[in-house]
């Protein structure tokens, strides 16, 4: 029976002597809630944004995409599909070529590889292209001028007016592009985009023979004709065979969506971890608060009051708290929205508009308030069994009860709350029990760690050992010790930390050890055969070693194993296999060469030398075997490469492990010797040019001389991914930032709860002649003790999870770097000390008369 | 019989051994009588009363308390039992820290869900804390604490009143008021009184008298 008034008037009146320790409660939640809120939203936020914006994304209704010009029956079908009969001739179909080339100033001798969009008038339809002047994007079809992206012009030190060589054309510099729709800012950091009208893109001369770009035909339906999506299912299977794909504002809206969901609810479980981290707070306060109340439970029983009044009255109080906390967060978090957009607006290719997400807000504190009451649960399970007996003896103690089926319930509860949760906001079933389970792991392995250590320190301590460090050690198994709060809070914080610095760390120096000091550091490609000496005369010149140059033979399959390309592309389809059908589609870049390089090795049949010679007229190749088992082939196998409308035999004649990591050249294919030279070709090699300056003289004299080779400085290429690893890192180093503030808080409450047991102790230490020196240490000892243990096995978790993640999902070798992992501990034990010795202040402070007084 | 008492035993585990310390207990009192249990620490005489108050259960034997037989009832029953008809007063007070003594007082009344401002206050003022009834119990000596506990024991007008030592923690002269105080409203009230002390002044106040030695009853006066 429960008394619902006096339920609500007792909670009232009993907070008021605990509103302190209630109100860290409160803050244990209110950081959890403010991360989910702030991430939440902020993915609701773009997921709107996208929403509005996905039309102006593509700037067009459907877009026909494709490696090579767009073939005459698309075309065909692109005229028809604008010029639909019995409509009004409002349809329109514009042209974007987009290919790399290098851009050069000759005034200021600048030179850097860009991303060239050769537009053609009209596009696009729908969303602006905002320049400086502005105008300038429609008097891009007048011709001779070219549009940069604002961070091209302080690379090459440009100003608009200059002229700007690109291939063997000369543009006049007409403004700079501070928008365009779709665009994200470190998409620009491979190189950066300019754009020229689709009539000049003739004479750069640029898309020589194998130079690789994409074609985009975008159109705009006429108004009544059919829905975009509805035509797009309709010939996506007639344009599949021509190599077209179709794209939609339906489906650019999906994709985006899908994808920044996904990375929303990602970031959105590293919240979840501060709010559960809350919850452990919540539980630990309720703990230390029931205990501290236990003789007003017995008088309340004693006078009357039923297991569930009680129960109801600090359940209550633990709810209002949870509440106020969950509110708190979710204003926080609504403030916290408002700065990611700067974080992270350089990854997103939309404007996210920011606005408060009442779905982020109301879930958020609902699930704050979720989390507060299930994890108070089982500490005021307790408060049931508190008998009235206490009244008149104080040690009667609360009746254990491990098979309490209440407490179980609490436990079976948070348990499913704590999967619930994951799979809500991982989005998925897997993920979210995956990252349930890993909590499961760390928690259990925390916990376990902590009771080893109590059970260890118990049984190593030595009556020899000096008293200060086996008193401070001996604090560690007391009773109403707070070992294992403490060690979970403290370890689940740095083990998050820890995991994502070794990722981060291990991805970054992967990048850094294939950049090596004797590694070549730039690239050169699209050198026609005919170029070949004369690039190779001016990398002499120039003093720079370069690799023997490669050549470099695009073609495609047209038979694998005798079956013809074309029926295995229709099987590919109707089996959804499109994985296997890309592998068939795709265009190969192959090379023919007689040796193996340093980042392959075979590992099925032998290389040409000792290999069976092939029947005549057909070649030998050696397949990569990633490529092998997606086509589905194997050592002795054909396949019939059609290579600029020649028909090539080939056999299989061994498979190949590469180790694309690699900033080098590799092929899927390599040719025997003998089998390709006198097919169409281009080459490319690599260098080793340490002086930037260097690399930026031996660039310009190239796009002078040979205006459409390609020039790749591979350290700008590595400075981009690095900025796009930090970048993320750093988002979900925020993220990461709140579980380690909540684990910050809930150690100072645990740290605190037993602050009355201890200065009790040392008031007691210090009437019987202990210094206050001597008291510090004995604090000292056990909080370095703690946060030792806490920190070591967190940090050997991480490398675990950093080896499972290295090896698993980002496919890297995996290194632990020792000096900034002891680091990253040592950081972890000095902060709790300090927290230790700043909750222990008052402890050093009081008198042995005032504690004895209040006594 | 306002309290009956049958072959009470009790025994606790101690060092693993079971330990009896209440044996073979039985008596009976007579509506608005006042007993006085005294004896030596350790024999049993805190037990005795957390038994027949209903807080705890005994090993075997039976208590009846107002008609009603404590062992058929559960925890939350006994409570509400508590709740409706028994009073109590201890030796170190019992008062909740976090409420005034005006709240202390209301909350017998608050859990039969009765109005209690205006009982409360008037308890207070009757014994002698009209101007401190917004006081915390820690703001309050020894001696007001426990009228402070009497005015709560006494809110609910309870058919039975028990008395832990309630001067054990008080000096003579406190103590003896609030003997008087307990007296008084005994007298107006007609509650019954079993009284716990080790003190044989304030035992022989009682008009019944039980001492125990050794969890058995070696002496029964003015039965």
């Known amino acids: ?855 | 019989m306002i309290l009956q008492c049958e072959s009470l035993t009790q025994t606790y585990l101690s060092g693993g051994r079971p330990l009896t310390v209440l044996n073979d207990i039985t008596f009976a009192l007579p509506e608005g009588a006042f007993l006085a249990i005294i004896g030596p620490s350790g024999s049993g005489k805190t037990t005795l009363l957390g038994l027949l108050a209903g807080l705890d259960r005994p090993a075997s034997g039976r208590v009846v308390l107002d008609g009603r037989d404590l062992g058929t009832l559960d925890e939350d029953a006994r409570a509400q039992l508590r709740a409706e008809r028994v009073g109590f007063v201890f030796q170190s007070f019992q008062l909740i820290p976090t409420l005034t003594a005006r709240e202390n007082v209301q909350v017998p009344l608050e859990l039969r869900g009765e109005p209690s401002t205006e009982r409360a206050e008037s308890l207070l003022t009757r014994v002698g804390l009209g101007d401190r009834m917004d006081h915390y119990p820690a703001q309050l000596s020894g001696g007001e604490q426990q009228r402070v506990a009497l005015a709560r024991a006494f809110s609910i007008r309870p058919r039975i009143l028990f008395a832990d030592e309630p001067t054990g923690n008080l000096d003579a002269k406190t103590g003896q008021t609030i003997i008087e105080l307990m007296r008084e409203l005994n007298r107006e009230s007609g509650t019954t009184l079993v009284l716990v002390t080790h003190d044989p002044d304030l035992a022989g106040l009682a008009g019944r008298t039980i001492r125990l030695a050794d969890g058995h009853v070696r002496e029964d006066t003015g039965a």
């Open chain 1, 1 to 855: 029976m429960i008394r619902p008034r006096f339920v609500l008037r007792m909670a009232l009146r009993e907070s008021r002597g605990a509103r302190r320790r209630l109100a860290f409660l409160t803050g244990a939640i209110t950081i959890g809630v403010a991360a989910l809120v702030a991430i939440n939203a902020f993915t609701d936020n773009l997921r709107v944004s996208v929403n509005r914006q996905a039309r102006e994304l593509l700037g067009a209704d459907m877009a026909f995409r494709s490696r090579e010009p767009l073939p005459e029956r698309a075309s065909l079908l692109a005229d028809s599909l604008i010029a639909t009969p019995g409509t009004d001739p409002s349809g329109a179909r514009a042209t974007v070529v987009s290919f790399s080339g290098m851009a050069y100033v000759p005034r200021t001798a600048g030179v850097r590889l860009v991303q060239v969009q050769a537009v053609d008038s009209g596009y696009p339809w729908y969303g602006t292209y905002q320049t400086v002047p502005a105008g300038a994007w429609h008097d891009l079809q007048s011709g001779g001028r070219i549009l940069v992206d604002p961070s091209l012009l302080s690379i090459l030190d440009a100003v608009p007016g200059d002229t700007l060589s690109l291939g063997e054309s000369r543009f006049l510099i007409a403004g700079t592009v501070i928008d365009a729709p779709g665009s994200f800012g470190v998409q620009g950091a491979f190189g950066p985009p300019v754009w020229i009208a689709g009539r000049d893109l003739a004479s750069t001369g640029l898309l020589q023979f194998g130079a690789r770009a994409e074609y985009e035909t975008y159109l705009k339906l006429p108004s009544g004709a059919a829905d975009a999506e509805v035509i797009a299912e309709e010939y996506r299977p007639v344009l599949r065979p021509e190599r077209v794909r179709i794209r939609t504002v339906e489906d650019d809206r999906e994709d985006l969506s899908d994808t920044l969901t996904r990375m929303g609810n990602y970031l959105g479980l590293v919240a979840l971890i501060a709010l559960l981290l809350g919850g452990l707070g919540v539980a630990s306060a309720v703990h230390v608060f029931i205990r501290q109340r236990l003789d007003t439970i017995a008088i309340l029983r004693c006078l009357g009051a039923s297991a569930g009044d009680v129960f109801a009255v600090y359940l209550l109080q633990a709810l209002v708290m949870g509440a106020l906390g969950s509110i708190l967060g979710a204003a926080i978090g609504v403030g916290i929205q408002q700065a990611l957009p700067g974080m992270l607006g350089d990854l997103l290719p939309v404007d996210v508009e920011v606005a408060i997400s009442p779905r982020a807000v109301g879930l958020g504190i609902g699930l704050g308030l979720w989390v507060a009451a299930i994890f108070a649960l089982l500490p005021l399970a307790g408060v049931r069994r508190v008998s009235p007996l206490v009244t008149l003896r104080r040690d009667v103690e609360t009746r254990k009860s491990h098979r309490d089926p209440f407490a179980i319930g609490a436990v079976l509860l948070l348990g499913l709350t704590v999967v619930a949760l994951a799979i809500i906001q991982a989005g998925e079933w897997l993920a979210g029990l995956g990252f349930a389970g890993g909590i499961a792991v760390v928690i259990l392995v925390l916990a376990a760690a902590a009771k080893v250590l109590t059970w260890a320190v118990r049984r190593i301590l030595r009556p020899r050992w000096p008293y200060l460090l086996r008193q401070g050690l001996a604090n560690l198994y007391r009773p109403a010790n707070q070992t294992v709060t403490i060690v979970l809070a403290l370890g689940f914080g740095a083990f998050l930390l820890s995991t994502l610095f070794l990722i981060q760390h291990n991805l970054l120096s992967e990048i850094n050890v294939e950049m090596g000091d004797s590694r070549p550091n730039i690239a050169f490609y699209d050198i026609q055969p005919d170029q070949r000496e004369g690039v190779e005369g001016l990398l002499r010149d120039a003093g720079v070693r370069s690799t023997p140059i490669v050549p470099i033979v695009p073609m495609r399959i047209r038979a694998i194993a005798g079956r013809d390309t074309a029926a295995r592309v229709e099987e590919a389809d109707s089996a959804l296999a499109l994985r296997d059908s890309w592998a068939i589609r795709r265009e190969y870049r192959s090379t023919y060469r007689d040796t193996l390089v340093a980042t392959e090795r075979i590992v099925a049949g032998t290389w040409w030398d000792d290999a069976p010679a092939a029947p005549s007229g057909t070649a030998r190749v050696s397949v990569d075997e990633g490529v092998a088992a997606e086509l589905g082939v194997s050592l002795g196998d054909h396949i019939v490469w059609d290579v600029q409308g020649i028909e090539v035999r080939t056999v299989i004649a061994s498979l190949r492990e590469i180790d694309w990591g690699r900033l080098e050249p590799n092929f899927f294919v390599v040719f025997e010797p003998g089998a390709l030279e006198r097919a169409p070709q281009m080459m490319a090699t690599l260098a080793r040019i340490d002086d930037p300056a260097d690399r930026g003289t031996v660039q310009r004299r190239l796009a002078e001389s040979f205006p459409n080779v390609t020039s790749l400085d591979l350290s700008l290429l590595q400075n981009a991914i690095q900025n796009i690893i930090d970048r993320v890192a750093l988002a979900i180093r925020f993220m990461a930032g709140f579980s380690l503030l909540t684990g910050a808080i809930v150690l100072i409450g645990a740290v605190s709860t037993n602050r009355f047991q201890r200065i009790r102790e040392a008031v007691l230490l210090k009437t019987l002649g202990a210094t206050r020196r001597q008291v510090l240490r004995i604090i000292l000892t056990e909080y370095a003790a703690l946060g030792l243990l806490a920190t070591s096995i967190s940090v050997i978790l991480a490398s675990v999870a950093g080896w499972a993640l290295a090896t698993f999902v980002f496919d890297t070798p995996f290194r632990v770097p020792l000096p900034q992992l002891v680091a990253v501990t040592s950081g972890l034990v000095a902060l709790t000390l300090g927290v230790g010795l700043w909750s222990s202040a008052t402890i050093l402070k009081r008198t042995p008369l005032e504690v004895l007084r209040s006594e």
